[in-house]
Every structure is written in C-alpha cells, then in structure tokens.
C-alpha cells in the first residue's frame, strides 16, 4: 500500500492501525487476566498492569476520535484536519505499544504470530509511516496557529452546542477577569460569582428535574465544566464538581425525603459542598479511614458525633455542607465494609482557618494548606472533636449505614468524569495562548509560528486536547446511558489529567522565558495542570485499583 493509497482511504486506514493496537492488547489482557487469577493477584504484576491500563487507555481515546472524525465527515470543512488527527494520534499510540511489546515481550505475552499479523503487518507499518508524517502533524499546526486555538469543533447534539456557546461567553465575560488576581492573591471565589453561576443553572445541570435540576445530562454538563475551566480551573471550573459528586451520592442512595430535602437547594446554588474522605494518613486506601462517627443522644435528638482528622477537603471553609465518609462501625477489620456517608452542616467562613462550636459542645476547626497552585477554593485539613450531625442526615439513614463507601466511590465516577472535563479546559487555555503568542512573537525575523518546529509542537498538542476531549465526551455519554458506570469516567480522568500537564508544559516552552512569568497566563495553567493527576484518585492507584482491576476482572 502506498502512502497515496493511505491518504485517499484515510479514516479506513486509521481504523485498521487502531483495530490492530486493539487486538494486542486485548491479547495481553487475557494473559494478564491468567497470571493475575483476574485481577486477584494484581500487585504481583503492578509495573505491567500499570502499563497494561494505561495503553487500554489510549487504545480507548484512540477510538473515540476516530469515531469522532468519522461522525464529521461531510458536515464540517474542518474534517480533514480531525482525520489527520486521528491519524496522528492512532499512528503515536501504535508506535509506543511497539515499542513497549518490544521491550516487555515476555510480560505482554502476545504471540509471534499475532504480533505479525498486526503491529508487524507491512501493511500497517506503512500506514503507521503515513499517520506520522511530520508533514502530517504540521498541518494541523498550521491551522491551529491560524484559528489561534480556538476551539469550534463540530458537535452534533444541539443542547451541548448550544451549552458551549453561552457558557463561554458567560465565562470569559465573568471568570477570565477575576482569574489571574484570584491566583496571585490566594483569595476565595466571590459570591458573586456563584450567584451568578447558580442563576444560569449550573449547579444543577445533572440534577434530575423533580429536584429542581436542569436534567440536561453528563455532557452538557462536562462541556460546562470544560468552558469554565478553560478561563479558570480554580476560580470557576471546579466549583460544580463537589455539588455533582454528592448529587450522585444521593440519587444513588439516598432517602426520597433526604433527595427532597438536599438537591434542590444544591441545584439552586444555594448549598455549597465541600468532599470530606481524604485523612492526614489515609489517601488512596479509603477503606482504612479512621475518622469516627459514634451514635449518640444530643439534646434529646438521636445522632452521631464526628471525631478525627481530615485532610485536603477543597472549599471546605465557605461550604455550607460536608460530604463526610467516616467509620461507624470501630472494628476496623471491616474495612470498606464499615463506613458510611453523611452530609454534615456548618456555616461558611471567608478566611484561610475557621473554628466551627456547636451549643452542644462540639467543634469542627479548619486550616487551609497553602497551594502552588489551584487557588480560589482553599483546601483544608479538619479536626472534629464529637462533632453532632442528625441521624436523618447519614446518606440512605439506617438502609445505607455501612455502605457508605460504594454511594462515595458512586459520587467519585462523577468527580473523576469531571475532572476529564477540567482537564480539557485546562488544555485548551494553553493551546490557545500559545497559538496566540505563535503568532504574537516574532524571532529571527518572522512570527515564530512560521517555524517547522514551533508548528509541530502546536499540532501535537491540539491532537492530544482532542484526544481527551472525545475520551471525554465518549464518557459522558456512557454515563448517561448507565450511572453505574466507572471505567470509562476513569480512563477520562487519567488521560486527560496527563494531557493538561503535557500540553501546558510544552506551551511554557514555546512562550520561552515569558512562559516563567507571572504576567502570562500560561504560568498559571502549569501549576494549575499538576494537581490534575492527583485528586479523585491519584494516578497510580487509578491505573490499578479501578482501571486495571475492572479490565482484568
């Protein structure tokens, strides 16, 4: 097959690439499943099986880009440039499963014969040549740096097109402003502006409508997400994921009464919350939570009180609410098995520490942990000293005491999916100042956007954003179609986390030593983009605990 041949069967030429990547590592995940009694004896295999859900991972992204740029054909002059995306990206994703079967052979597992047949195909080694033409990636570089960024990208859904729309405007008209001096100076998110985040709904975007939600769905809420993101993570971006992963908590769980009673004020924008598993000592391993909720008698009403610690709960000081994992029952040979949710007033306090004292003898205090970077919300480590919280506020009351830990780990696939869309904003900020500066920035004579080089980089990054935006949206819709879903909101979260820190590195480098100041943004992005890998699941633990063990289970 020639490259001419490549170029006039594009997207069935990229098609085969994936499908080919797809048959070895689907190969490989069955001898992994073999070797790890399916997923039982994960952490004999950890460094493999990291690698393993990882390469799915973009086996996955690879997919849903290519299914994107197949969906546009014919309704965007813009499709060439997404097929030549999907090209590039199925062509860098196949180049580094080679690469990687190459130098773990025996740990893949993959036969000979398969390998021949696929990555070994001459076939498909000449299409791969063809996706990974620098020709290829400069093109889109080109565009990219005309188009200065800018993402238009062809939707078919009305609703979720509609939604990028007026929630661009609505941010770079009402975030963008305040961004930069909420960053530097380390302030608080004004109220001011979740009023008027709450007016336009976005709090209750995925809150069904008897709640007094928008019942819009995942996707429009993810491009929410995505769009405010893209002119703040902390300032705005974040703001509807804590509301989101307790919504998802109680629609799971929760009694009709306490539905009732939580969700539409949270859609009003009415109730903040702030999230409440992480301890000093406990991170990823949330089953070993210590925090303790003892049943008790308090002024004559039946309830718990709150004893413990708790560590790198965002927003926790203006929240009106806490969504609290915590033990209720002492052995702790339970595990998992022993906890439970609970939703845990307070009132909202402005500074960087509070002191919360309850008449009844109670006390919550809160110190904010200073940050590089995600500013804008304040992430606190608490101390409850018998803390009281009604019984009638544990999440499902007696039906769901002890399984706490399942409505949570429901309402983290929503923070994860979330995250892919925080993710993605983050992203798409810095590809644009980039391609603004490409253009802006003159070197050796000419914009540096002129450069083959500068070129290349901006077609990479734009591929990539792309890449986990569809990873993204694919997810959105997957929940949509089943809440219970987690794989996919997890594979969103860990690429497009990935995606964020890469992309915004790689434009502080082509801004050069402005790219180190803070007057330009893109500083910001860089410290923004590092804490992506780490909330709602730090990176290896998602890749094992909740990627890998669902693929090899």
Known sequence: MSLREVSSLELHAIERLVNAAAAVVDDALAVARERTEHGKGIDNEQVHCERLAYTATEVQAARDLLAYAKAAQGHTSESPMYADMAAVFAGEM???????VDAHFSNFGVSTERLNATLGNPEI???????????RV??????????????????????????????????EAEVLPLAEHIHRHD????????????????????????????????????????????????AAGSLITRPEILTKALLKGGTER????????????????????????????????????????????????ID????????????????????TDPDPQKGARGL??????????????????????????????????????????????????????LVGEEGQKNKGFYLQMAGFAAGRLQTGGRATGLAQAALERTAEYANDRKQFGQPIGQFQLTQ?????????????????????????????????????????????????????????????????????????????PIFEGVKPILELKVIARQLLG
């Open 94 to 100: 196949v180049q580094k499963l080679g690469a990687a």
């Open 125 to 135: 080694k000449t299409i791969l040549r063809a996706a990974l033409d620098d020709a």
């Open 138 to 171: 400069r093109a889109v570089g080109r565009r990219v740096i005309e188009q200065r960024g800018a993402n238009h990208c062809w939707m078919d859904n009305e609703l979720a097109s509609m939604t990028r729309d007026s929630v661009r405007q609505f941010a």
């Open 187 to 234: 302030e608080l998110v004004p109220d001011d502006l979740i009023r008027k985040m709450a007016e336009l709904g976005f709090f209750g975007m995925s809150v069904p409508e008897q709640y007094g939600g928008g019942g819009m769905g995942n996707l429009p809420m993810i491009i929410t997400t995505e769009e405010l993101s893209r002119c703040s993570l902390a």
């Open 258 to 305: 306490q539905k009732q009673r939580w969700l539409p004020p949270i859609a009003r924008g009415e109730i903040m919350v702030a999230i409440s598993v992480t301890e000093p000592d406990t991170g990823s391993d949330v089953a070993s939570i210590k925090c303790r909720a003892s049943e008790a008698v308090v002024d004559g009403q039946k309830g718990y009180v």
């Open 308 to 327: 413990g610690a708790k560590a790198w709960c965002t927003f926790a000081g203006r929240a009106n609410v806490l969504a609290l994992l915590a033990r």
């Open 340 to 393: 439970s949710l609970f939703i845990v007033p307070k009132d909202p306090f402005y500074g960087h520490s509070f002191e919360m004292r309850q008449p009844s003898g109670g006390v919550l205090v809160g110190k904010a942990d200073r940050t590089p970077g995600y500013r804008g919300m304040h992430s606190f480590t608490l101390n409850f000293e018998r803390y009281f919280v009604p019984a009638e506020n």
């Open 456 to 532: 290349y980089k901006l077609g990479r990054m734009a591929t990539y954003t792309m890449a986990a935006r569809q990873l993204t949206y694919a997810a959105a819709l997957a929940m949509d179609r089943d809440e219970s879903v987690s794989l996919e909101p997890a594979m969103a979260k860990l690429f497009s986390s990935d995606v964020a820190v890469w992309v915004t590195q790689e434009g502080q480098l082509l801004h050069g030593g402005w790219g180190y100041a803070e007057e330009f943004p893109i500083s910001r992005y860089v410290v923004d983009a590092t804490v992506l």
